[in-house]
């Protein structure tokens, strides 16, 4: 784990010696791959954009190019606002926690015991599971009158909870979910972060009296400054595309408070069978999340700290 | 100075006592389900404490055997998450070798046009995807589960890195011998590419495993359906069920394997995992 951040490295392609000769019949090493590639991931992206300008009735497998008639309607489309603001709404909920208690959880877990070593398997574990899985967990947990949290609220006296029934709070119930799912994977990354920063560091700061306070903000924080970068950008495009639990939990309601734009993208393809308008939607998705990765490309190749 | 040595310490103890806090409350959901899993369905309705307390039976899971189709999912489950995983095992390996070794024209742009992939999001291409599958007929079928998720370029930016770390020196004895690039790839070079494999299989594995919004998009009949997508649709109705008992034994069931899997080679696990997130 120590050596992840590396395999990162060298990868210009120049930087490879080189052999002199090659023959056709050695391009089939990667013929199978790039086949594949242009088929199943290239073929299709390009076939989404020219279909995001058609009208298309999947059934009837006919076309018809309307323009940007789909684009118009869909930055017009009240739910689809929605599920944009709903989208920036989750990823506020999910992404500071995630940062926060991963590097909460790696700092006090970041020692050589067993209880530790225990701790950090169980908290990587839901990260092992099935969204459906996961979700049919903590819709148990949220049921109104007989669920867990109903159970425990119970002792305090509060009565008929109905988070995910509740506009107000659905989608928060849905992020603490994801957070119990998911706060394996920070934790990790902080984890193998911490664990490069030199011992030297602390027991200077040590012996100039430092506060833990101090320690953690000039010394911690600044050693591992990329990695809660990385760890922002990657929960950011992770949690851009929430469907899952969305899907599974509300399937985008009560009111349409938890619709998701994967969740209006599937809905307008697989649920009204609108094809073209889904493909628009789904280039919007497409050029915020190219923006992320290439945010995400160019922290991850930097190897000083910023 | 007192007050300080003393705070040291007092601090790291209030965030180990509340990260243990934490960790129970993570524990606390998992525990339960299985405690509902081992109740009778009827007796929770009646009152949802009911867990707490004795008799505990095994019912849940006896129903789960005879009336469920978990059998099945769980069935196609294995054949797509085996087969993907061989698959891109195999192709990765290929081209990793091809893109770190072959000195093919326009072999860097091509590798790049392929880095870029990596940036393709999966809902991105889902309804142009269903098309294609939809015009040539293939939904409901193990090729249309199995083929798009072998597009990937994960596992070939994973192989390519891994081989081009392999010093080249290492096949020069082979080639003055003659050997075939395939012999030489297969007998020398792979090999030691062994651990980069180990990751990559237990990742796709993983992901593959869980993967959702295609399965529910394509398999549409309850024989083809996976585990995540049978056990989707036999939620939908989880407020009005009384079944909750018997919901949670599907959970159990559907999740064991997995975590198993995770406990036996967890060090794999989370090295596989944690590299495919920073790549």
Redesign the interface.
């Known amino acids: 784990m120590t050596d992840m951040t590396s395999t990162a490295a060298g990868m210009t392609a120049a930087a490879t010696p080189r052999l002199k000769s090659w023959s056709w019949t050695e391009l089939l090493f990667v013929a199978p791959y790039l086949l594949l590639y242009v088929v199943f991931l290239v073929y299709p992206l390009g076939l989404g954009f020219i279909m995001s300008f058609q009208y298309f009735d999947l059934f009837a497998g006919q076309a018809e190019f309307i323009g940007l008639e789909n684009y118009q309607q869909l930055f017009s489309d009240r739910i689809f606002q929605g599920a944009v603001v709903n989208t920036f709404k989750f990823v506020i909920f999910t992404v500071p926690t995630f940062v926060a208690l991963g590097l909460l959880i790696a700092l006090a877990l970041n020692r050589q015991t067993w209880w530790a070593a225990t701790l950090r398997t169980l908290f990587f574990a839901s990260n092992v599971l099935s969204v459906t899985i996961v979700t049919l967990i903590w819709r148990a947990v949220y049921l109104p009158q007989k669920g867990l949290l109903q159970n425990f609220l119970d002792v305090f006296g509060i009565q008929n909870i109905a988070l995910l029934q509740d506009p107000n709070w659905a989608l928060q119930a849905i992020a603490v979910t994801t957070i119990w799912w998911g706060i394996g994977l920070p934790m990790v990354l902080f984890l193998a972060a911490l664990q490069q920063i030199p011992g030297e560091i602390y027991e200077a700061a040590e012996l100039d009296n430092a506060s833990p306070w101090q320690t953690l903000w000039h010394i911690t924080i600044p050693s591992i400054w990329r990695t809660v970068v990385l760890v922002t950008i990657i929960q950011i495009i992770a949690q851009f595309q929430v469907f899952g639990q969305i899907n599974l939990m509300t399937a985008g309601g009560p009111n349409n408070s938890t619709r998701s734009m994967v969740q209006f993208v599937y809905e307008a393809g697989f649920r009204q069978w609108t094809a073209g308008f889904a493909s628009a939607a789904a280039q919007v998705l497409f050029v915020i999340m190219i923006v992320a990765a290439g945010l995400q490309f160019w922290v991850s190749r930097r190897k000083q700290e910023f | 100075?007192a007050s300080?040595t003393i705070?040291?310490p007092m601090?790291?103890q209030i965030?180990?006592a509340?990260?243990?806090i934490?960790?129970i409350a993570?524990?606390?959901?998992?525990v339960?389900?299985v405690g509902?899993s081992f109740k009778n369905s009827l007796e929770?309705?009646v009152d949802?404490?009911a867990v707490f307390r004795f008799p505990y039976t095994l019912e849940n899971y006896a129903d789960l055997m005879v009336t469920s189709n978990l059998g099945v999912w769980l069935r196609n489950t294995l054949i797509v998450t085996v087969t993907q995983t061989v698959l891109v095992v195999a192709?990765?390996c290929?081209?990793g070798?091809?893109?770190?070794?072959?000195?093919?024209p326009g072999?860097?742009l091509?590798?790049?046009l392929?880095?870029m992939?990596?940036?393709?999001?999966q809902?991105?291409?889902?309804?142009?995807?269903?098309?294609?599958f939809?015009?040539w007929q293939m939904h409901n079928t193990f090729q249309a589960l199995i083929?798009?998720g072998?597009?990937?370029?994960f596992g070939?930016f994973?192989m390519t890195?891994?081989f081009?770390?392999i010093p080249?020196e290492i096949e020069e004895a082979a080639k003055l011998d003659n050997a075939s690039?395939f012999r030489i790839?297969w007998e020398i070079t792979l090999p030691l590419a062994v651990p980069a494999m180990a990751t990559l299989a237990i990742f796709t594995f993983?992901h593959s495993?869980?993967d959702?919004?295609w399965p529910l998009?394509s398999a549409t009949r309850p024989e083809m359906y996976t585990?995540?997508?049978g056990?989707?649709a036999t939620?939908t109705n989880?407020?009005q069920s009384e079944g909750?008992g018997y919901?949670?034994a599907?959970?159990v069931f559907?999740?064991l394997p997995?975590?198993i899997?995770?406990?036996f080679f967890?060090?794999y696990?989370?090295?596989a995992?944690?590299?495919a997130?920073?790549?």
């Open positions: 100075m300080k705070a040291r601090s790291e965030l180990v509340s990260v243990v934490l960790a993570w524990m606390v959901p998992l339960w389900i509902l929770l309705v949802p404490n192709i990765s290929l081209a070798y091809g893109f770190a070794r072959i000195d093919f072999r860097n091509v590798f790049i392929v880095l992939g990596l940036a393709i999001p809902h991105a291409v889902i309804v142009p995807l269903h098309k294609m939809n015009d083929l798009p072998l597009a990937g370029p070939v994973l890195a891994y081009r770390a080249l690039r790839f993983l495993w869980n959702y919004l998009i585990l995540t997508v056990l989707a939620q989880i407020d909750l919901l949670m599907q959970a559907a999740g997995m975590l899997l995770y406990i967890q060090k696990v989370v090295r995992v944690a590299g997130a920073i790549r």
